[in-house]
């Protein structure tokens, strides 16, 4: 069982930038796939991407890639979304999650889950 951890959240204003990090305090998640799912109030979750152990990159809305960026840091073993030209929509909590069968399927697929970080965007 992995316990992961997301950070980087906050209250920012339409148009700027946040960084997300997941990572876990548990051995290590460089051979797993993570995902990063999002869920805005009174809303369903939805994936936003997902990144492989092999670096390969799965955006489940074609309109996320423009502004968010997935990547991985191996020697940290970490997990990153960058996410710029942040809009009002995109408020909502943000989760990591992690596949043991390293696939970036739907979100059932996911087992291991974090807490969430809080994302708010309001001018």
């Known amino acids: 069982q992995a316990q992961l951890s997301e950070s980087g959240g906050g209250l920012v204003q339409p148009g700027d930038s946040l960084k997300l990090s997941c990572a876990t305090s548990?051995?290590?998640?460089?051979?797993?796939?993570i995902g990063w799912f999002r869920q805005a109030p009174g809303k369903e979750r939805e994936g936003v991407a997902c990144?492989?152990?092999?670096?390969?990159?799965?955006y489940y809305e074609d309109s996320m890639k423009s502004r968010f960026t997935i990547s991985r840091d191996y020697a940290k073993s970490t997990v990153y979304l960058q996410m710029n030209s942040l809009k009002v929509e995109d408020t909502g909590a943000y989760y990591c999650?992690?596949?043991?069968?390293?696939?970036?399927?739907?979100?059932?697929?996911?087992?291991?889950w974090g807490q969430g970080t809080q994302v708010t965007v309001s001018s």
């Open positions: 990144i492989k152990s092999s670096g390969d990159i799965t």
């Open positions: 999650a992690l596949d043991w069968a390293n696939q970036c399927g739907p979100a059932a697929y996911f087992r291991e």
């Open positions: 548990s051995g290590t998640l460089n051979y797993f796939s």
